[in-house]
């Protein structure tokens, strides 16, 4: 997907808040073999890095985009490599990723399989948005089912793959975890206003379409502007961001 490092990082205060949360959940431990799932642009994972002693960290992203970026980023003790988050092979102390694998389907596999991965003692760390069922996330799948768009996307709709906690603490305790912390926390964002809500989903959620709008994203996104506008009227914009965090550990 055409990720634009630039837009991602429009909201970077914002964005960054539940990255430390999820950083506040990692057992710091000396020489770990760490990977960071999905990346982006590298300046979050070289504070992980930073956060590990004696770690050796590696920053995986599917985007040449955003791997250009990280590449400032690197260390004798962190490198990045293009590579799929879902197909994660190898042997890992640290599983670690901030807003990433909501990108990858069928979590009810994936998360086993990336928990497979664990050394033992090892331990996955994960952040992921739970905010599908926002306003501004169904004013754009109701946007895309309309005409004309509908034609142009050919009936494409994203629906997020993410689960809920109950099911994430389900799917850990049924790998034998052990440590199972699984936790929703609404980050509150004040926006300018209701351009300000199209503009952050630009950086994400609408990403899928764009590639598919081609030279209708102007438009879609005119339509979008004008009917956030009656939703949330007024400046500013309260845009509550709900997350999910989760860690958990392979016994020894
Ligand atoms: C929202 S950004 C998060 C970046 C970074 N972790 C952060 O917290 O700022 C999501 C990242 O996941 C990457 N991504 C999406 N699908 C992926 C996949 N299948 N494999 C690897 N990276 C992927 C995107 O390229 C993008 O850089």
């Known amino acids: 997907m055409p990720w634009n490092p630039d837009l991602y990082h429009k909201f970077q205060s914002e964005r960054a808040a539940p990255f430390y949360d999820l950083l506040a959940l990692v057992d710091v ?19 992980l890095a930073d956060r590990l002693p004696h770690s050796r ?7 040449p985009d955003m791997l250009k970026k990280a590449a400032s980023f690197s260390t004798s003790s962190l490198i990045f490599q293009l590579g799929d988050q879902s197909t994660l092979t190898g042997e890992w102390d640290l599983i670690f990723s901030n807003a990433a694998l909501q990108w990858s389907e069928n979590h009810a596999e994936l998360i086993p399989r990336l928990f497979g991965c664990l050394a033992p003692g090892g331990q996955i760390a994960v952040q992921v948005p739970s905010n599908h069922n926002h306003i501004s996330h169904q004013i754009y799948r109701e946007t895309a089912a309309e005409e004309p768009f509908r034609s142009i996307l050919a009936g494409f709709q994203r629906h997020s793959p993410v689960l809920t906690i109950d099911e994430y603490a389900r799917l850990l305790f049924e790998c034998s975890a052990e440590a199972i912390t699984v936790f929703e926390k609404v980050y509150p964002h004040v926006l300018e206003d209701s351009d300000a809500v199209v503009e952050w989903i630009s950086g994400t959620a609408l990403i899928p379409y764009f590639e598919r709008l081609g030279s209708h994203k102007d438009e879609f996104l005119q339509v979008l502007r004008a009917k956030m506008r009656s939703a949330l009227p007024g400046s500013p914009v309260f845009y509550p961001f709900r997350r999910i965090l989760f860690s958990a550990k392979k016994p020894n």
């Open 29 to 47: 431990r000396p020489n770990l073999k760490v990977i960071d799932l999905g990346c982006g642009s590298g300046e979050l994972t070289r504070q």
């Open 57 to 63: 960290v590696t920053g995986l992203d599917n985007s």
